[in-house]
């Protein structure tokens, strides 16, 4: 991990594109100003880890769909 020691007002550039400036310090807070492209999402840590879980959650329930389709279309063919 890169650490950085920036005042407030200060900025620092990700890239070209993503500049990140400190706005202000107040005890354990600090608030940062995103300048990013309009086609670039930016999440929150906690919202990205919930969307990253609901995504592998919402796989293993299609894989799970899928075997049981196969099994009944296999119950259907045997049927004929």
């Known amino acids: 991990m890169l650490i950085l020691t920036r005042r407030p007002g200060e900025s ?13 310090v107040q005890g354990k807070q600090i608030k940062i100003g995103l300048d990013v492209p309009e086609d670039m999402t930016v999440y929150r840590e906690e919202v990205y880890l919930k969307i990253k879980e609901q995504n592998k959650q919402a796989l293993e329930t299609s894989q799970q769909d899928l075997l049981a389709a196969a099994a009944l279309w296999q119950k259907i063919e045997r049927k004929k």
């Open 12 to 24: 620092l550039y990700l890239g070209d594109t993503i500049k990140l400036k400190i706005l202000s």
